[in-house]
């Protein structure tokens, strides 16, 4: 099933340097060289994105790759140089100041890295923050920002201020702001790059409970590739401002555009990655353990594969696709596919 | 010889010896060819600007006139904007609200009685930090009552309640409008570098003539002078609210505007309560200053007693300004370190108990002091004066230790002020603009070295060179004596924390003392001359020095001395080739800093007899030359920026090669 486009980004560029703007409508499409020669900077080069309802679309890259300031461009927190984003169908960039910051206050919600919490603030009152600046009265916007506090866990601390909670509670109240307007399209800048990896291990999984909760569109920011394989539903490779490939986590797996995107994907534990679905081989007896379905990772499934002398049928829509092997699992495992 | 020329040291040795040869020879050179112009900048060659600039002034007062009005209507309406709330304060706290004039006049309601004022203070004391706080407030307008300095006190406090708020506000809005528009900040850049190095007395005489004597004036000399510094850390706090907060806001769909206050502004506040803490501070010294244009209260009650040569009765002002200092200083501090706490729940009377007790007492005490007068005002009978007894120990001081004080204030003066005089004032103007362009070339570009050229032709050619030798000879000896003490004490601060908290507790006090004060002791002690303003800047800007020392060597990374200590350096070699070096550019600010303020305090010690600009300045002020005032005054600012630049850069010279 296609599902539709909420947004999309066509041939966004930002120069930084010395006459920026006028730079490229002389030289449409320059190359790194071009542009060191005339001593720019490409933070982000002819981006091509298209962000489908409902996904969790994740940008990833290292530390000054381009990808925060692509989803600053995304969002127009940044003035692209060129190119055009659509937004419902409707371009970005050719919004006036007003519409933007309508659009902001309804439809879009941000995280940042460092939680960017007023310090003057409650938790109540910053999650209500984005309320208030609308005008919605007190009472109204402190009921919503209740439900959201919930939502993240923060019960029973709504008037704490910020310095009193640690760096993953803050960043719920982060979460918490982002979502109390319900935004159709939420930006993640970096969420839990700030944190210790055993609160952003359980940072992840909260993510994904209210996803699962949500079904927001998602446009998420990491640096981190395990980060990015475990949530996405699909995951956009920058380096130097060009992104060098858009794809699901498997597909980047198993077919790295670049040898770069292979540098990546070398250490990744392939069987938390891989389906049944795409190892699957064609049938070559009758005799089957049981049935497995074509999305069910790898790494789910081996116990019970491995333990077994006969194939397991692969499932799709009701109907088998092929088999697996207790070889095919092993193989997956020890990296030989 | 090579090593020497290597390091740049020869050009240095050069100017030097150059210098020393024309100062001591000038003399003999005029006389051999008859030269005068050597050593006195030709008379006909002079600007003459301070004439044409009080021509201007007068013009401007007498008829100057825009469409609808006239300038003299817009300064009587400026003052009458700031006349009103002032009456209103000195009403509020000295005079009582009254209706109907001079005989006929009948007192609606008393002004706040002296326990209601303490216990306010308290309370906002209370309310800023804890009940330490509070009980220290409390106890300085204590002291106010019982010295008997309460009534000239309560006049200061009346002046900084309109200033304050003022220096604040217009400060806060200048700062925001050049955090938003660039051409505001680039314009504002050198008139607040100006406003800060014009000594204080130059601008008093153009005040003096657009308001005339008396609070306003003196008023608006505050504001300008308390002002720069609010705008300064007001575009600098502004600027350094993190990128992320704002672009918070802007997701959150906030307008310029909400940007500006519900974003910007909130998250700055802490860092602009330390611009409030300065202006109250620097309105505080300035308000005594300007009790010679008509202020009144403590400095004017100092004023009066240095002139009548009352030691007990100035020393007793004296102490009271310190005090207030004292107050006004460590509660504004707490308010810049609030943290935001949970508010109180409950009905109103709850929620706000300290303004609710504290109102309770103004009304209980309002109306207990229209049948007990001891309540409403503190009764002359309790209180007590130090005056005789500050006196008296002033006079067995000089009498037990006249000889050594002299004893110590010839030797300087023979073997350190003098022989300095003498070179300073030997160089001949000419060669003088030379060698400070050439200084200027050498540690800042062709740019400053032709600033400094500039500037300096500005004085020879203003007829003001021999006295801006004597500042600048009085100001270089003060600098070096202060940093000669001011280094050490800052490495013995930094070495052995237990001491620096006392030296640094004692600096922040210092500095906390209004520049008046420091005139008192050293003029009782050494009566007046050279010797007498040197010690008083001397301490005036001693503190700097000691703390740029201080915070210069504790800022060494922990790994480098870690780093020494494993190749085995002993204690004296790490603080002598690790933390010294590294330290060089701290060491250049707190200079930069110690000049600054000597150069401002040598202006003042005008009123001990010096022979310099700043006398020149003053003397303009008690004739109300204002041209002559503001051209001797925009010399000690020409002096103040070319310091202030050669210092900067080359303490930037020491960072880069450092790598800092």
Redesign the interface.
């Known amino acids: 099933m296609k599902k539709t486009t909420l947004l999309e980004c066509r041939d966004v560029w930002k120069l930084y340097g010395p006459a920026a703007d006028g730079y490229l409508s002389q030289n449409p499409s320059p190359d790194s060289n071009d542009l060191k020669k005339a001593g720019l900077i490409g933070a982000v080069r002819a981006a091509n994105v298209e962000i489908r309802q409902g996904e969790i679309f994740v940008i990833m890259g290292l530390s000054g790759s381009g990808k925060s300031t692509l989803v600053r461009c995304l969002s127009r927190l940044v003035e692209s140089t060129a190119g055009e984003i659509f937004f419902e169908g409707k371009n970005l960039l050719d919004m006036s100041a007003e519409e933007l910051i309508e659009i902001r206050r309804t439809k879009m919600g941000m995280v940042f890295q460092q939680f960017a919490l007023l310090p003057h603030l409650t938790v109540l009152e910053n999650t209500a923050f984005p309320l208030d600046v609308q005008g919605v009265d007190r009472t109204t916007r402190e009921a919503r920002a209740r439900e959201v506090i919930e939502l993240v866990g923060l019960k029973g601390r709504e008037n704490y201020y910020p310095r009193e909670l640690s760096g993953g509670q803050q960043q719920r109240v982060g979460i918490a702001r982002s979502l109390v307007v319900e935004p159709d399209l939420w930006f993640l800048d970096e969420p839990f790059s700030a944190l210790d990896p055993l609160i952003r291990r359980e940072m992840q999984d909260e993510f994904m409970r209210l996803q699962n909760m949500l079904h927001k569109t998602i446009v998420f920011i990491t640096h981190d590739f395990d980060e990015a394989i475990r949530l996405a539903d699909r995951i956009a490779v920058m380096k130097d401002g060009a992104i060098q490939q858009i794809a699901t986590p498997e597909e980047l797996v198993l077919n790295p555009a670049t040898e770069y995107v292979a540098e990546f994907t070398r250490h990744v534990s392939r069987s938390k990655v891989i389906t049944a679905g795409s190892v699957a081989t064609p049938l070559s007896g009758d005799s089957f353990a049981g049935s497995v379905q074509h999305n069910d990772l790898i790494d789910s499934i081996a116990d019970q594969v491995e333990s077994s002398e006969t194939p397991f049928q692969v499932m799709q829509d009701g109907e088998v696709i092929g088999q697996i092997t207790r070889q095919t699992v092993v193989d997956v495992l020890v990296g030989r596919r | 010889m090579r090593r020497l020329a290597k390091s740049g040291y020869v050009f240095w040795i050069a100017l030097f010896a150059i210098t020393w040869a024309l100062s001591t020879f000038s003399f003999a050179l005029y006389k051999a060819l008859d030269a005068r112009w050597i050593i006195r900048f030709p008379k006909q060659w002079q600007l003459e600007l301070d004439g044409k600039i009080s021509t201007f002034l007068d013009w401007l007062v007498e008829s100057a006139g825009f469409y609808f009005f006239s300038f003299r209507d817009l300064t009587r309406a400026i003052a009458a904007v700031i006349e009103a709330p002032y009456q209103f304060f000195r009403n509020l706290l000295i005079e009582g609200f009254s209706s109907g004039i001079g005989e006929t006049a009948t007192q609606i309601l008393p002004s706040l009685s002296w326990i209601a004022v303490i216990v306010c203070v308290t309370a906002i004391g209370r309310y800023a930090r804890n009940w330490k706080l509070a009980g220290l407030v409390g106890a300085c307008f204590l002291y106010l009552a019982v010295f008997g300095q309460w009534e000239s006190a309560m006049i200061t406090l009346a002046s900084i309640l309109i200033a304050v708020p003022i220096g604040v506000v217009g400060g806060g809005f200048l700062g925001i409008a050049a955090y938003r528009f660039e051409w505001v900040n680039r314009a504002l850049r050198p008139i607040l570098d100006l406003m800060q190095t014009v000594p204080v007395f130059a601008y008093l005489v153009p005040i003096l003539i657009l308001f005339g004597f008396g609070p306003v004036a003196a008023l608006v000399a505050t504001v300008i002078y308390a002002m720069p510094p609010m705008v300064r850390i007001t575009i600098i706090s502004l600027q350094s609210v993190?990128d992320?907060?704002l672009?918070?806001g802007?997701?959150?769909?906030?307008?310029q505007r909400?940007i500006m206050w519900?974003?910007l502004v909130?998250?700055a506040?802490p860092t602009l309560m330390v611009g409030v803490n300065q202006v109250i501070m620097l309105s505080l010294n300035m308000v005594i200053i300007a009790s010679m244009i008509g202020a009144g209260g403590l400095g004017f009650d100092v004023l009066a007693s240095l002139r009548r040569l009352d030691i007990g009765g100035g020393i007793e002002a004296g102490l009271a300004i310190v005090v207030m200092a004292i107050a006004l200083d460590r509660a504004s501090q707490a308010f810049a370190e609030r943290?935001?706490?949970?508010a109180l729940t409950g009905n109103f009377f709850q929620r706000h108990p300290l303004a609710v007790s504290a109102l309770l007492v103004v009304l209980g005490t309002s109306a207990l002091g229209v049948v007990i007068p001891a309540i409403q005002t503190y009764p002359d009978s309790w209180s007590v004066t130090t005056g005789p007894f500050w006196t008296d120990a002033m006079k067995w001081v000089n009498i037990n230790f006249f000889d050594a004080f002299e004893a110590i204030k010839v030797v300087i003066l023979q073997w350190l002020l003098l022989p300095v005089k003498g070179f300073f004032s030997g160089i001949p103007w000419a060669w003088g603009i030379i060698a400070m362009g050439l200084i200027g070339w050498r540690v800042g570009g062709w740019t400053l070295g032709l600033m400094a050229v500039l500037m300096m032709a500005f004085i020879a050619a203003s007829g003001l060179w021999a006295k801006a030798m004597v500042t600048i000879y009085l100001c270089g000896v003060s600098v070096f004596i202060a940093t000669v003490i001011g280094i050490p004490l800052g490495i013995w601060a930094a070495e052995k924390p237990r001491a620096g908290k006392i030296i640094l507790g004692f600096m922040d006090t210092l500095q906390t003392l209004p520049s008046f004060v420091y005139l008192i002791p050293v003029i009782m002690l050494f009566r007046v001359g050279d010797f007498s303003a040197m010690i008083a800047v001397v301490l005036y800007a001693l503190a700097p020095a000691v703390r740029y020392a201080a915070h210069g060597l504790r800022e060494v990374p922990e790994q480098i001395i870690e780093a020494g200590l494993m190749a085995g350096c002993t204690p004296r070699q790490i603080l002598r080739r690790i933390k010294l070096p590294l330290a060089t550019p701290h060491l250049l600010l707190g200079l930069n800093q110690t000049t600054m303020l000597a150069l401002s305090m040598l202006v003042i010690t005008a009123l001990v007899g010096t022979r310099d600009l700043g006398q020149e300045v003053y003397i303009a002020l008690t004739k109300a030359n204002a041209g002559a005032g503001i051209v001797a005054g925009l010399s000690v600012a020409f002096i103040a920026i070319i310091a202030d630049r050669v210092v900067n850069a080359l303490a930037e010279k020491q960072r880069k090669r450092l790598g800092l």
């Open positions: 993190p992320e907060l672009e918070a802007r997701m959150a769909g906030c307008t909400q519900k974003v909130p998250s506040t943290k935001y706490q949970a």
